[in-house]
C-alpha cells in the first residue's frame, strides 16, 4: 500500500476530464434492444474537415450526460425512454445522440476530513467507506484521501480494486491537528481523478466521483472557492458530500452568514454543480444507509450524449438544462446532473465523435 504526502498543492494545475459511457443491462432489467438503447451519433453541423487518403473526417465536440432521475421522495426512477427526456444548452434544444440507462463501472474517491471538528464521526466514517468499498464491483476503483490543513492532504490509496489495501488505508487514518482545508482537498482530489483518466486513455469509459466527508468549514486553503468552482465546471467528476455541519455555529453577523450555513452552502453547491447529491445526517447512525445509497447512485444512471448546437470553440461556460416529462397521474421526475460545461477551445477537451464519409 502506497502513501503519498503532498506537502503544498499550489503548483497543482486544473485538467479536464470526459466521462463516456458503457452499456450493458443492469442487474433485474430486462434488456433494451441495441437500436434503442445506443443510437448513432447524428450528423453535426460542418465543422473542420481532415482529408487522409480519399476519407474525409469531420471532427465535433461530444457531450456526455450522466443523469438520475428521482421523484419528489428521492426514489430513483428506472425505464425511461430516450423520448421522456429534453436536453437544453443555454435554452436551446439539442439533438441527443445515444441514450443508455445501465450499471457503469465506477472510479472514485474518497476524500475524508481527518481534523479534529471530526474527532466523534471518525469511527462510523471509516465504517460507512467500507460499506461503500466492500460493494465495489470487480471494476472498480476507489482512491482515498486524507486532509486537514493545506500542507496536510496525503493520498492514503491510490487507485486500485484492491479492497483488503483500502480496507487498510482506512483503518490507519487518525486526528490530528490543524485547519482546514477542504477546499484545497477536493480540488486536489477532482485533478487527481481527472489526470488518472487521461492516463488510462481515451477508451476508458468509467464514471468518475468524489466522495467528500467533512463538516465543510474551510479555514486554511490556498485555492478560492471561485477557482475550485472555475476547475470543476472543466471536469466531468461528480461530488457526493457527507457534511457534519451540525456541531458548527449557527451565529451570524449583520451581514456575514452562520459558520454552519456557510459550510452546508459549500457542500450543497459541491453536489448541485456536479450532479452528485449532498446528505446531512443527524447522526453517525444515518451514515451506513448513506453509502449504501450513494453505491447504488454511482452506477446506475442515464448516459445522455448530444453534439451541441453551437459549436464555437470559445472556452465559454454554456448551461445545461435536462427535462424529464412527468410520469402517470403527473408524477413529477426530477432530474439530476451537472449544471454546465466548458466549451472546447483547441481540440485539447474531451474526445471527439468522429463522422467518416467515403469520398
Known amino acids: 500500500m502506497k502513501r503519498v504526502l503532498l506537502v503544498s498543492i499550489v503548483s497543482l494545475i486544473g485538467s479536464a476530464v470526459f466521462v463516456g459511457y458503457y452499456s450493458r443491462p443492469a442487474a433485474g432489467q430486462a434488456s433494451t434492444p441495441a437500436s434503442s438503447a445506443v443510437r448513432t451519433t447524428p450528423t453535426p453541423t ?13 471532427e465535433t465536440e461530444l457531450v456526455n450526460l450522466n443523469v438520475k432521475v428521482v421523484d419528489r421522495n428521492n426514489r430513483p426512477i428506472s425505464g425511461l425512454r430516450e423520448a421522456d427526456f429534453k436536453i437544453f444548452e443555454d435554452g436551446t434544444p439539442q439533438q441527443i445522440g445515444f441514450f443508455s440507462f445501465s450499471e457503469v463501472p465506477t472510479n472514485y474517491g474518497l476524500v475524508i476530513d481527518n481534523s479534529g471538528s471530526l474527532r466523534p464521526q471518525l469511527e462510523k466514517v471509516i465504517e460507512a467507506g467500507k460499506i461503500l468499498i466492500n460493494a465495489n464491483r470487480p471494476a472498480d ?11 496536510k492532504i496525503t493520498i492514503e490509496q491510490p487507485f486500485t480494486t484492491n479492497k483488503a489495501d483500502l480496507n487498510d488505508s482506512l483503518d490507519n487514518l487518525f486526528i490530528e491537528g490543524g485547519q482546514t482545508a477542504i477546499i484545497d482537498a477536493v480540488y486536489l482530489a477532482a485533478e487527481k481523478v481527472s489526470e488518472y483518466k487521461i492516463d488510462r486513455g481515451k477508451d476508458d469509459r468509467k464514471r468518475r466521483a468524489l466522495i467528500v466527508v467533512s463538516d ?11 477557482q475550485l468552482f472555475e476547475m470543476l465546471r472543466e471536469s466531468d467528476v461528480q461530488i457526493y458530500a457527507i457534511g457534519f455541519v451540525k456541531e458548527l455555529s449557527k451565529d451570524g453577523g449583520f451581514i456575514s452568514k ?3 450555513t456557510k459550510a452546508k452552502s459549500l457542500l450543497q453547491r459541491l453536489a448541485d454543480e456536479t450532479g452528485g447529491r449532498a446528505y446531512f445526517p443527524e447522526s453517525t447512525a444515518d451514515l451506513a444507509a448513506i453509502a449504501k445509497e450513494i453505491g447504488s447512485e454511482l452506477r446506475l444512471q442515464y448516459s445522455i450524449g ?7 470553440k470559445d472556452g465559454t461556460y454554456r448551461n445545461i438544462k435536462v427535462v424529464v416529462t412527468d410520469g402517470p397521474n403527473k408524477q413529477k421526475r426530477i432530474p439530476i446532473t451537472k449544471a454546465g460545461r466548458v466549451a472546447d477551445t483547441d481540440g485539447s477537451g474531451p474526445p471527439k465523435a468522429t463522422a467518416t464519409k467515403q469520398r
Open 46 to 58: 460542418p465543422l473542420p474537415i481532415k482529408e487522409e487518403e480519399g476519407i474525409i473526417t469531420v
Open 141 to 151: 476503483e476507489t482512491m482515498i484521501i486524507r486532509f486537514i490543513s493545506r500542507d
Open 216 to 226: 465543510g468549514e474551510d479555514r486554511d486553503s490556498y485555492y478560492s472557492e471561485t
Open 258 to 260: 452562520s459558520p454552519q
Open 306 to 312: 448530444y453534439i451541441p448546437s453551437n459549436d464555437r
